[in-house]
C-alpha cells in the first residue's frame, strides 16, 4: 500500500490504480542511464499493447524526493510518455513505498552541502495486476516482446 503525490501535485494511493495492471519503476530524474532506459521501454511497451494500454497503467516512483517534486516529475515523464505518471512524496512515503516493493536505493553524498550527489537504485520494472499483487519484473534493457508477453499475464 501507498500513499504518495502524482506529478500533478494530487494525492494518491495504490487503490487509485485498482482494475488496472500497474507498470512500476524507481528511480530518480537525475539518472544519467537507467531511468531514461527504462522509461523509453516503458513507452515502447505502452505503444506495443496497442488498445490493452488502456488496462494498464505505468508509475515511475522517485527515489529522489528531495529534488524529485510534482513539477520536475511532470516534465520528466511526459518527455516519455503521456501515459506514465510520475509519484512523488516525503523521504518517509518514497522509503515505505521502496521497502513494499523491496527495491534498493541509497544516496550517496550529502544533499545539503552536494547538489550534485547521486542515487544508486535497484534497476527493476514491476508488474501487478489488476488487485495490486505482484506478477513479475523486466529489466529497462529486456525486449518489448518479453515486456509485453509478461503484461499480458497480468492482463
Do not use: W
Not at 513539477?71 to 521497502?99: C, N, P, W
Not at 550517496?108 to 542515487?119: E, F, I, Q, R, S
Not at 520494472?125 to 506478477?135: A, E, W
Amino acid at each position: 500500500r501507498f500513499t504518495m503525490s502524482d506529478h500533478t501535485g494530487k494525492r494518491v494511493s495504490d487503490a487509485d490504480f485498482r482494475g488496472k495492471v500497474m507498470v512500476v519503476f524507481f528511480g530518480f530524474t537525475n539518472c544519467p542511464d537507467i531511468c531514461p532506459t527504462g522509461l523509453a521501454r516503458m513507452a515502447e511497451v505502452m505503444d506495443a499493447l496497442g488498445p490493452r494500454a488502456a488496462d494498464v497503467q505505468p508509475l515511475f516512483v522517485t527515489v529522489d524526493p528531495g529534488r524529485d517534486t510534482p513539477a520536475v516529475m511532470k516534465s520528466y515523464v511526459e518527455h516519455f510518455s503521456d501515459r506514465i505518471i510520475g509519484l512523488t512524496g516525503t523521504t518517509e512515503q518514497v522509503t515505505m513505498i521502496a521497502k513494499a516493493y523491496r527495491v534498493y536505493f541509497k544516496l550517496h553524498g550529502d544533499p545539503a552541502t552536494n547538489p550534485n550527489y547521486v542515487v544508486d537504485h535497484s534497476g527493476f520494472v514491476y508488474v501487478m495486476d489488476r488487485s495490486g499483487r505482484f506478477v513479475g519484473t523486466f529489466n529497462p534493457d529486456s525486449s518489448v516482446d518479453a515486456a509485453v508477453k509478461l503484461i499480458q499475464r497480468a492482463l
